[in-house]
Structure formats: structure tokens, C-alpha cells
């Protein structure tokens, strides 16, 4: 599975944007998919998980309120919604595709290339 994520760019503080993750193969709707993201000179971190189905979104405490993921498995894309950007969501963002239906960290195989956001304050 090839993913593909696009949406980042240069915003201001209080701004949302809108990235997408799409897939390469139809197997993709059956899995599980997370978004991670990495700032410079720190750890990749666990931003939002869902579901195969949409169901049991999960998401970092930083985010909790703010971001929202969701995926339209016809169009093999998941979507991460960010509202209320802040300077410290500056990051690039990837997501991961796992190979249960489920969420796991352990389970994720696929990445994607990234994408960069930066929030300007």
C-alpha cells in the first residue's frame, strides 16, 4: 500500500487546514489508519487514530478538541481536520496504515512521505 499525504502548508495561529491521506489499494478501507506527526529535533509522535469503519477515533491530548479524522473508504482517503492551529502544531505530518481494522502502533507497516504544517504566531 502506497500512501499518499497532501493539505500541509503555511498558516497563521487560529487557522485550520485540512489533510488528506490516500491510498493506493482498495485494502486500505479494511485497516486501520493513524496520523503522526514530527517537529523539528523532537520524536515522531501519535496525533489521531480510526478505525477500518470510521469508528473509534482516538487522539492525543494536544489535539483533543481541535482536530478531527474521519475517511471516506470509497475514495480510500482518511482526512485529518485541524481547527484552532496553534505555533506548536508545527510539524510535518504523516500517516500510517496498520494491518489490523483496529488500531495499533504496533500493527502500522505503511507510511507516508509527509506533509509539512507550519503555524505562524
Known amino acids: 500500500v502506497q500512501l499518499q499525504a497532501s493539505g500541509g502548508g503555511l498558516v497563521q495561529a487560529g487557522d485550520s487546514l485540512r489533510l488528506s491521506c490516500a491510498a493506493s489499494?482498495?485494502?486500505?478501507?479494511?485497516?486501520?489508519v493513524a496520523w503522526f506527526r514530527q517537529a523539528p529535533g523532537k520524536e515522531r509522535e501519535f496525533v489521531a487514530a480510526?478505525?477500518?469503519?470510521?469508528?473509534?477515533?482516538q487522539y492525543a491530548d494536544s489535539v483533543q478538541g481541535r482536530f478531527t479524522i474521519s475517511r471516506d473508504n470509497a475514495a480510500n482517503t482518511v482526512y485529518l481536520q485541524m481547527n484552532s492551529l496553534k505555533p506548536e502544531d508545527t510539524a510535518v505530518y504523516y500517516c500510517?496504515?496498520?494491518?489490523?481494522?483496529?488500531?495499533?502502533?504496533?500493527?502500522?507497516?505503511?507510511w507516508g512521505q509527509g506533509t509539512l504544517v507550519t503555524v505562524s504566531s
Open positions: 489499494r482498495r485494502t486500505f478501507s479494511n485497516n486501520a
Open positions: 500510517a496504515s496498520g494491518i489490523r481494522s483496529y488500531y495499533s502502533r504496533a500493527d502500522l507497516r505503511y
Open positions: 480510526i478505525s477500518w469503519n470510521g469508528g473509534n477515533p
